[in-house]
Structures are given as C-alpha cells and as structure tokens.
C-alpha cells in the first residue's frame, strides 16, 4: 500500500505499484484494469493521483486506453524494440487516440537520380510507392509518403497497408532492424498540404525524413517522408 509519511509523492507510489500488478501477471496484457473509481477506493486516493499516475503509465507505453471503454495493459515489460521510436499508430493508440490510414496512391516507380539520391540507394531499381493521409480521430494528421525496396513488394502486396507500417516491418515481415536516419526540420506548409490537412499556413508542420535499414543491408530498405503539424499532440481530438 501507499506510504504517505514517504517524501515520494502518491501519485509515484501508485504507478509502482500499478505497474507491479502488470509485471508480476495481476493484470494480463489487453485485459482492463479498474476503474479510477475503484483505484481510488481500493488506494484511497483523490481523482487527480490516480488520473496522473495512469497518464504516466500510458505514456511508458504499459497502458492503453479505449475511448468511452476503459484502460487497458498494453504490456508486461519495458520495450526494447524499434516500434516506439518509429510508429505513428503506437504512439497514438498508447495515448488512447484511435488512428487509420486513407491510401491516396499505391504504384510501382523507377526512381529518377534526384529520388535515388533521397532513397540513398547506389543503383536504380523499382521501388513499390505508397502515398497515404493518416488520421487521428479521424482528423487528418499527417500527409505520408512510403518508398519500399521492390525485394518486399511481394509480401507487402498481401498485407493490409492501411495498417501501421513499422508494424508491418517489425511483425509480418519480420525484418531486423540494424539502423534507422531520420531529420525533422519545421517549415510553413505548402496549398496542398494545407488543404490534405485542413491546417494554415500559420500552422508550422515538421518535415520528417527517416531511412531504416534492415536484414544486414547497407542500403535502405524503406524511406518515410513524412508531413506532420507542429501541434499533433496538443490538437483537441
């Protein structure tokens, strides 16, 4: 139970030891935990303890949450893995924002020197193209433009890619990640992204480039550019 002679506020006392009932199997992963209500019962804590140290938990990614639903565990131990650090959809959902995908274009391509240098590929070779607007409560938040190595396009043509694409990578195909390059640089977006986004232009969007490498390979396997408000996780959902 929680010590409320210790220096350590409530609210730490009581991630620790929500987080003991997921590690230890109290709580299994997907399964819903109690309520606030009942955690403040079961704790006898205020509204406010219980609501920051859940937030807290969502945002190591332990938790999940369902909107209208409940919370929910979304793991038992720290991850270690790339998906974190490269998916729009786990970040998303950890926050208990629902996301999906809208596939603007999906075609083969030959990329000119000038792409080949963006892919940072040696040598031209076909290059499966995938261009998307992703959204988040179905409010478009982001304008993506996916370039795969041809060597994947076989298996990437029988999965669903709407779906995450890091999760893709990582689970279906089950690629090993050995490098990832990525640059964020803000910049005042252009009509159409205005438009695609259903932003400003006093709205500043980050231009996020990213190269992941994969199966030992000195080239890239899959570049993301990526078009995203500034603002993404300050926006009302």
């Known amino acids: ?121 040696k040598k031209q070779r076909k290059c499966l193209f995938i261009n998307r607007i992703r959204y988040a409560e179905n409010i478009p938040i982001a304008i993506e433009h996916s370039y795969f190595s041809g060597d994947f396009e076989q298996y990437i043509e029988q999965l669903d890619i709407t779906g995450s694409f890091a999760h893709m990578i990582l689970k279906e195909l089950k690629i090993t990640i050995n490098k990832v390059e990525q640059t964020i640089i803000p910049r005042v977006p252009d009509a159409r992204e205005q438009e695609l986004l259903k932003i400003d232009e006093n709205t500043t969007v980050l231009n996020l480039e990213r190269w992941i490498y994969g199966n030992e390979n000195d080239e890239p396997i899959y570049y993301l550019k990526f078009v995203i408000p500034e603002n993404i996780y300050s926006m009302k959902y």
Do not use: C
């Not at 920051?52 to 209208?68: D, H, P, R």
């Open 1 to 121: 139970m929680l010590d409320r002679d210790k220096y350590i506020p409530l609210y730490i006392q009581l991630k620790e030891e929500l987080k003991n009932n997921i590690k230890e199997g109290v709580w299994e992963v997907d399964t819903q935990i109690p309520t606030e209500k009942l955690l403040m019962e079961e704790y006898e804590v205020g509204r406010a303890t219980v609501r920051e140290a859940l937030s807290m938990l969502v945002n190591e990614g332990y938790l999940y949450k369902k909107q209208g639903i409940g919370t929910f565990v979304a793991r038992k131990l720290p991850s270690l893995g790339f998906e974190p650090l490269i998916s729009l959809t786990y970040s998303l959902n950890v926050r208990g924002i629902s996301s999906s995908s809208t596939v603007m274009e999906k075609s083969e391509i030959m990329p000119d020197k000038h792409m080949l240098a963006r892919l940072k590929w």
